[in-house]
């Protein structure tokens, strides 16, 4: 259960990137990658418990997965392997050259913009 | 009163703080000429007498190293390891499944760096969590044994993924249990075509020399 940790992680650097004066966040977006070793299902539980207290709290998480791309030196071409393997799907060929699939990333924060509101 | 939802674009990893952390705990231990080892495993695959062994062996070589361990709520693994006399200190992470940069940074207090010439960092006893916690380490080592079943790197893929040498242990036990070798070293190549993969049996010795030599290669 490692997602707590990464949920915590997550909103805390939500924080640290709100503009002064925002009071409530009411979306963060992420990309998952398939590679990334984090159960969704998980992250989504720990969010709820991480966000308590916090501007986060009652807001959803979106989350887009991503699968893995690896390159594949033989085709000279992005592939999606079968499974975990990174084998090319066309050549047969192994390859730990991957360029999709690791990500945890933050991508966007939605939130109530408090000068909007008082104009 | 309605409010305007705004929303702000932003690109960066979650774990990106711990990254940061590592990265300076990695300049660090570099600026102390100190070499410092990942070491992940699934409980009871023999991690603890691994560290036993290379500690003795490291010692009888001249070298100064030392060790971190890390455990979920016991020193049992601090207790064993300190017989060797070689410094130990123990990481408890009070439930926590793995370590974080941050855990090794306040752990080092007390050492004079510039007296040891490796660190080991034996992560909790767990497959899945540690992966995406990087420490600093310059290599990761992932030790499985033939006891925990020839699927147990299908299970895993991540796992292997990171490692730059990976290890099966209890090669002795393979034929009790109906373990494959042949196909654990296969999975493991499959996710990581580059990594040095070496077959051992802590018990008796067997592999252990080759292994340390990849290790401080």
Same mark, same amino acid.
């Given at each position: 259960m490692h997602e707590l940790s990464i949920a915590q992680s997550l909103v805390?650097?939500?924080?640290?990137?709100?503009?002064?004066?925002?009071t409530r966040v009411t979306a963060v977006d992420m990309r998952l990658g398939a590679m990334a070793g984090v159960v969704r299902g998980a992250l989504e539980f720990c969010y709820g418990i991480a966000t308590e207290g916090t501007p986060?709290?009652?807001?959803?998480?979106?989350v887009v997965e991503l699968p893995v791309v690896i390159h594949c030196h033989t085709c000279d071409a992005d592939r999606a392997p079968d499974g975990l393997a990174f084998r090319c799907p066309v050549c047969g060929t192994l390859s730990g050259d991957i360029r999709q699939g690791r990500e945890l990333d933050l991508a966007a924060i939605e939130y109530d913009d408090p000068e909007a509101a008082s104009a | 009163m309605t409010t305007t939802p705004r929303v702000l674009e932003i690109r960066q990893k979650v774990l990106s703080k711990n990254d940061e952390l590592a990265r300076s705990l990695r300049a660090r231990f570099h600026g102390h000429g100190l070499f410092t080892l990942n070491f992940v495993s699934g409980p009871g695959t023999g991690k603890t007498r691994f560290l036993e062994e290379t500690?003795?062996?490291?010692?009888?070589?001249?070298?100064?190293?030392?060790?971190?361990?890390?455990?979920?709520?016991t020193d049992?693994?601090?207790?064993?390891? =300190?017989?060797?006399?070689?410094?130990?200190?123990?990481i408890t992470t009070a439930g926590r499944c793995h370590l974080e940069a941050e855990m090794i940074a306040g752990h080092l207090e007390g050492w004079d760096l510039d007296a040891v010439d490796i660190l080991f960092i034996e992560n909790v006893g767990n497959m899945i969590c540690p992966t995406d916690f990087r420490l600093g380490a310059e290599k990761r080592i992932v030790i499985i044994s033939s006891t925990e079943g020839d699927d147990v790197v299908?299970?895993?893929? =991540? =796992?292997?993924?990171g490692s730059t040498i990976g290890v099966i242990n209890k090669v002795d036990l393979a034929p009790f249990v109906g373990a494959n070798l042949d196909r654990m070293e296969r999975d493991m190549r499959r996710y990581n075509p580059e990594m040095q993969i070496f077959r051992t049996n802590m018990k008796t010795g067997e592999g252990i020399e080759e292994l340390l030599g990849a290790i401080l290669a």
């Amino acid at each position: 259960m490692h997602e707590l940790s990464i949920a915590q992680s997550l909103v805390s650097l939500v924080q640290q990137q709100l503009p002064p004066g925002v009071t409530r966040v009411t979306a963060v977006d992420m990309r998952l990658g398939a590679m990334a070793g984090v159960v969704r299902g998980a992250l989504e539980f720990c969010y709820g418990i991480a966000t308590e207290g916090t501007p986060l709290q009652g807001s959803t998480l979106r989350v887009v997965e991503l699968p893995v791309v690896i390159h594949c030196h033989t085709c000279d071409a992005d592939r999606a392997p079968d499974g975990l393997a990174f084998r090319c799907p066309v050549c047969g060929t192994l390859s730990g050259d991957i360029r999709q699939g690791r990500e945890l990333d933050l991508a966007a924060i939605e939130y109530d913009d408090p000068e909007a509101a008082s104009a | 009163m309605t409010t305007t939802p705004r929303v702000l674009e932003i690109r960066q990893k979650v774990l990106s703080k711990n990254d940061e952390l590592a990265r300076s705990l990695r300049a660090r231990f570099h600026g102390h000429g100190l070499f410092t080892l990942n070491f992940v495993s699934g409980p009871g695959t023999g991690k603890t007498r691994f560290l036993e062994e290379t500690l003795r062996r490291l010692v009888a070589r001249g070298l100064r190293p030392v060790a971190l361990v890390g455990d979920l709520a016991t020193d049992n693994d601090a207790q064993r390891l =300190m017989r060797s006399g070689v410094p130990v200190k123990q990481i408890t992470t009070a439930g926590r499944c793995h370590l974080e940069a941050e855990m090794i940074a306040g752990h080092l207090e007390g050492w004079d760096l510039d007296a040891v010439d490796i660190l080991f960092i034996e992560n909790v006893g767990n497959m899945i969590c540690p992966t995406d916690f990087r420490l600093g380490a310059e290599k990761r080592i992932v030790i499985i044994s033939s006891t925990e079943g020839d699927d147990v790197v299908n299970k895993h893929p =991540m =796992m292997f993924r990171g490692s730059t040498i990976g290890v099966i242990n209890k090669v002795d036990l393979a034929p009790f249990v109906g373990a494959n070798l042949d196909r654990m070293e296969r999975d493991m190549r499959r996710y990581n075509p580059e990594m040095q993969i070496f077959r051992t049996n802590m018990k008796t010795g067997e592999g252990i020399e080759e292994l340390l030599g990849a290790i401080l290669a």
